[in-house]
């Protein structure tokens, strides 16, 4: 049998994802535009009340000092509209240039405009505000989930705000991306259950933001699929997408198992825990990777899965 990436998904089929990510992620969708904005200021204090993101440092918010500059000047009501065009994907050209960011830049955009709305320099929200029984819905939904599924839920909807680059005739120039200060790790670690060297060094170069060094640990034609998303093919996709999302990630692989299955390849699954920049140790996500390598030691297939329940960590089964 020769695998396809398709055929690959279906390694250790038994994981249990957070499917809560999705539903939630798609009750958000269906709300009006001004309850969108309303439902995340709510789970984001809701949040806050627990654990807050840390700030992204002033190297990093100076590279959006001239959009920064731009909203500081606006007037509340020009700043709301603001807020709604970039959650509607308007086209406009501060959608356009929010297009330009990465993840992590998105996240730290709306950081940003988060403190300047407690301080009142950005429109707050509206005093005496009633909560439609929509929100109110979506936000019982999400403080039904777990935190790290919460800052899943948050971060996908910052991550789909703005004009769609892929309808941006011309897109050029630098994605505007941050860095993180990583704290030099033990390149020493060691996983449970699991020597093989392809998955030791991903995770080493991953921890080092060495995204090169991780990429060439994959097959000419191999995929990673990220959780909730459709796997990503081939070395240059892989590479742009990790150097977009992955930056400052601290990935602690615990346990797992190997197996070698037909005509040579391997599969591989880990669970551990993932460390996000912006919340670092208060927020460890449940996580499995699963891989699939070819004969020659190379990734064919991973994918990264949050995993529905810490119980999750423990199941290694094959099927
Ligand atoms: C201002 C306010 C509050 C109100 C306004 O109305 C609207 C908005 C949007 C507001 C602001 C909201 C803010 C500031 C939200 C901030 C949320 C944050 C900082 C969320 C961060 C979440 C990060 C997560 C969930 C990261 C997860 C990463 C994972 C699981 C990575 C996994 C990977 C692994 C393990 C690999 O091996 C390969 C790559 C990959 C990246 C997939």
Known sequence: MSY?????????????????????????????????LAF?????????RTITPAAPGKANLQLMEGIFNDIKQMSHEQQTQLMRDLASNA????????????????????WQLGEWMKQGIVAPMPAGYQMSPQVKTVLEAVQRIDQSQQITVLRNTVVNMGF??????????????????????????????????????????????NFEAAVALFA????????FQK????????????????????????????ETIEDGYTQHK??????????????????????????QGQIYFVAIDLLASPKELLNLTRK
């Open 4 to 36: 396809t990436i398709e055929s690959a998904r279906n390694i250790f089929s038994s994981t249990q994802v957070a499917d809560a990510v999705p539903a939630t992620t798609a009750m958000f969708a269906e709300l009006n535009i001004d309850d969108q």
């Open 40 to 48: 995340l200021w709510y789970a984001y204090a809701e949040l806050g």
């Open 91 to 110: 086209d406009t050209p501060i959608s356009r240039s929010y297009a330009y960011f990465g993840v992590n830049a998105k996240l730290g955009f709306w």
């Open 164 to 209: 769609d680059p892929s309808l941006a005739d011309n897109k050029q120039g630098e994605v505007i991306n941050f860095k993180f200060p990583r704290a030099s790790l033990s390149p020493q670690f060691t996983i449970e259950g699991v020597t093989e060297p392809t998955v030791l060094k991903y995770i080493e170069a991953m921890n080092a933001d």
């Open 220 to 227: 000419d034609s191999g995929a990673l699929q990220p959780p």
């Open 231 to 258: 796997p990503i093919v081939g070395r240059e996709a892989i590479t742009s997408y990790l150097r977009d999302e992955g930056q400052g990630l601290v990935m602690k692989p615990s346990k797992g198992v190997s």
């Open 270 to 295: 880990i669970t551990g825990t993932v460390e996000t920049p912006w919340f670092g140790g208060n927020v460890g996500m449940n996580i499995a990777w699963r891989f699939l390598l070819d004969p």
